[in-house]
């Protein structure tokens, strides 16, 4: 399955935005699903997970109640709407896919993902 992430962009703080991660080539309802944020020189940290399970959706506390993941499994799309940002939000943000059933502490693991988008960058200004 290809995954393509496409609407960061600069927002100031407080402001909202909403990802989107297309997918070819496979069916996104057989998928778990996964957003990652990576700033440079640190490493991919986990954002929120659209589990195959019952589409179970977990998040980071960083996140909890500001971001939310979504699906439209007719347009094959996974989203992140993302309210009340904050300057430390800014990074490039990246989906995941897997076709396995991931348990809840794993999904945090970027490594348990097989498929990847590229990046979208998101810059909150203070």
């Known amino acids: 399955v290809q995954l393509q992430a496409y609407g960061g962009g600069l927002v100031q703080a407080g402001g909202s935005l909403r990802l989107s991660c297309a997918a070819s080539?496979?069916?996104?309802?057989?998928?778990?699903v996964g957003w990652f944020r990576q700033t440079p020189g640190r490493e991919r940290e986990f954002v929120a997970a659209s589990a195959i399970q019952n589409y179970h959706a977990y998040y980071d506390d960083s996140v909890k109640g500001r971001f939310t993941i979504s699906r439209d499994n007719a347009k094959n799309t996974v989203y992140l709407q993302m309210n009340n940002l904050k300057p430390e939000d800014t990074a490039d943000y990246y989906c995941?896919?897997?076709?396995?059933?991931?348990?809840?502490?794993?999904?945090?693991?970027?490594?348990?993902?097989?498929?990847w988008g590229q990046g979208t960058l998101v810059t909150v200004s203070s």
């Open positions: 080539g496979g069916t996104f309802s057989r998928y778990s």
């Open positions: 995941a896919a897997t076709a396995s059933g991931l348990i809840v502490s794993a999904r945090r693991n970027p490594n348990n993902y097989n498929y």
